[in-house]
C-alpha cells in the first residue's frame, strides 16, 4: 500500500512539473555548438566567444538581451536568428550548462 502511494505521488508530481531539458542537451539542439564549438572551448571564428566557464548570470543577460533585441552590436546579429527558438527557462539552463564546463 505505501508503495502504492509513492509509485502514485511520483506520477502526479511528474506530471505537475514540465521536465526542463539538460543544458548540454540544449547546447546540441539549438544548434550553439555550430559556432561556439562541441565543448564550448573552441569557437568557430576568433570573433565568436569561449563560453566554457562563463558566469552563468552574464550568458544568462547576454542571451536575453540578444533575444530582446537589447543588444544588437557585434555578432549579436547572427544569435538573434536562433535564440527565438529558445525559452527563458532554456536560456537559464543554457547558461547553468555553460558556466560548469571546465
Do not use: W
Not at 20 to 42: Q, R
Not at 68 to 74: F, K, L
Amino acid at each position: 500500500m505505501k508503495y502504492q502511494m509513492i509509485l502514485a505521488a511520483a506520477v502526479a508530481a511528474s506530471f505537475a512539473m514540465p521536465a526542463l531539458a539538460d543544458g548540454k542537451a540544449l547546447y546540441m539542439e539549438k544548434t550553439c555548438i555550430a559556432c561556439h564549438g562541441k565543448d564550448a572551448k573552441k569557437p568557430l571564428t576568433p570573433e565568436y566567444p569561449r563560453l566554457a566557464g562563463q558566469n552563468a548570470k552574464y550568458a544568462e543577460k547576454q542571451m536575453q538581451d540578444i533575444k530582446s533585441g537589447a543588444r544588437a552590436n557585434g555578432n549579436a546579429a547572427a544569435m538573434k536568428g536562433v535564440m527565438h527558438l529558445v525559452s527563458d527557462e532554456e536560456i537559464k539552463e543554457l547558461a547553468k550548462y555553460l558556466s560548469e564546463i571546465k
